[in-house]
């Protein structure tokens, strides 16, 4: 864990050549595994009817489309509508 925090750290400081991070992480439901997981559902443009969120992903090298199940920028506009509460 040291040596994580180290190359983060300079990378933030600008004294690694490093430009991003990846971290790859799996989440189960708070209920426990197995419990259904529901996405949410968006119009979909060509039949105008429910349908799920989908984006190309690379599992394992293979080109899926997979259910997104939160966006960062509504995410970011949620955070930002509880901040300007405080």
């Known amino acids: 864990m040291k040596d994580i925090y180290e190359r983060l750290l ?3 400081s600008l004294r690694s050549a490093d430009g991003a991070i990846r971290v790859v992480s799996e989440y189960e439901p ?3 595994v197995g419990t259904p997981l529901f ?3 968006v119009k979909a443009k ?3 009817s429910p349908g799920y969120l989908v984006e ?3 599992v394992q090298g293979i080109e899926a489309q997979v259910v ?3 966006q ?3 995410r970011s506009i949620g955070v930002r509508q509880r901040c300007s509460t405080w």
């Open 72 to 74: 960062p920028s509504p």
């Open 46 to 48: 060509e039949t105008n």
């Open 30 to 32: 708070v209920a426990g």
């Open 39 to 41: 996405p949410p559902t």
């Open 56 to 58: 190309p992903r690379y």
């Open 68 to 70: 997104l199940l939160d």
């Open 10 to 12: 300079a990378a933030a």
